[in-house]
């Protein structure tokens, strides 16, 4: 393998959760912070990686009865495919999934919370500054499997990897 190609990853990003469907009207958007650690194995055709991700996604959230914050801290595995660097460029395809833990903590009332399966896809691209470094842009569909609602959302996101 040519020098230049590392086979850890390791990513820190950032990341807003825009929710579709039923709570859009209750949540507007929530952050999350997350962190990623993959292992990279060279195959003629790109790259494959496989690994775990964390995050946790906070935002306040106001239905008709209660306000509060609302986490969403999902925990999982990671797969990926991305295309070896064209110049300073890659492409790529991400799933995840596990479990999350989903938690409410209402104005004055009572904490509520609950662990739930989860599935997430994305693609992107990320940018080479050196052999060691990359920042990637993605845009991912997140779909947490919560009894009611069905919790789903967009997640674009920035993430600072680097590669050891």
Known sequence: LPKKYKHLDFGLGFAPFIPIGELGSYLTVAYNPYASFSYRVFVPFGIISAGFRIGSGIGYASGIAEKGILSLSPVGINISYSTFRMAFLSLFLRAAGGMAVIAFFPEG???????????EAGAGFSVFFTNSLKLSAETAYSVFFNSDPLIMGLIPSLMLSLLL
């Open 109 to 119: 009332g009572t904490i509520s919370g609950a662990a739930v399966p989860y599935a």
